[in-house]
């Protein structure tokens, strides 16, 4: 199949799905987590747990790389307002490079599913892995297009990450922080070349050190 004809497949399902087999089952409150900034050269991977209520699940939240800067601007003010519980957390670019980027991602969702202000009965988690915690649970590839909560999560994830790399931009000027957020992009590589890492880069990765 090819990925425009799944990408459009995975536009019309029900996005409410997932959190429905888990509230049928009694399992109440449903969290959505993701992570944002795995592959980036520099600043921390960030994770957002987000539990939604059940009447936002048809305002067009969707994976947050499908959406342009003012859109997830947009439906992150909605998600914040409306949402029942959100938690954010960071895992920075030292820790990355002692314990690598896989378990930096799962360590900041389970870190972020932690801070949480409820307990959830369930959670939803995008990607291959489950958590290391003891709530039922369900990983899903490509979960942030098949799951509203999880689409939210990254919705929020992604805008925190975004302001944080633009003020993180102003402490090192060199590097262009605010353009592309740490991202491995050809000017990302170039001014690396040329100043080398600041403290925020992730050393382990290939094209830093």
């Not at 987590?33 to 991977?45: H, N, Q």
């Not at 998600?79 to 959100?86: L, M, S, T």
């Not at 314990?99 to 988690?125: D, F, H, V």
């Not at 995008?126 to 649970?137: F, H, M, P, W, Y």
């Amino acid at each position: 199949m090819s990925k425009a004809l799944f990408d459009n497949i995975q536009e019309h399902l029900d996005t409410w799905y997932y959190e429905r087999l888990f509230k049928e089952q009694g399992l109440w409150p449903i969290v959505g987590v993701d992570e944002v900034g795995r592959g980036c050269l520099a600043g921390p991977v960030v994770a957002a747990a987000v539990a939604l209520p059940e009447d936002i699940s048809h305002l067009g939240i969707t994976d947050s790389k499908k959406l342009t800067p003012q859109k997830r601007q947009e439906l992150d003010k909605i998600i914040r307002k409306r949402a029942i519980a959100i938690s954010i957390a960071l895992v920075p670019s030292e820790t990355i490079d002692k314990i690598n980027i896989l378990n930096a991602s799962l360590l900041a969702m389970e870190q972020a599913i932690k801070k949480l202000s409820i307990t959830p009965k369930a959670i939803l988690i995008d990607g291959n892995k489950t958590l290391n915690l003891e709530i039922a649970q369900r990983a899903l590839v490509k979960g942030d297009s098949l799951s509203c909560s999880i689409a939210a999560a990254s919705i929020v994830a992604k805008v925190y990450r975004d302001n944080l790399m633009i003020e993180l931009a102003k402490k090192y000027p060199h590097y262009g922080f605010e353009k592309h957020k740490g991202y491995a992009t050809k000017s990302h590589r170039e001014t690396i070349k040329a100043f080398g890492p600041c403290p925020i880069h992730r050393m382990s990765f290939r094209g830093v050190s």
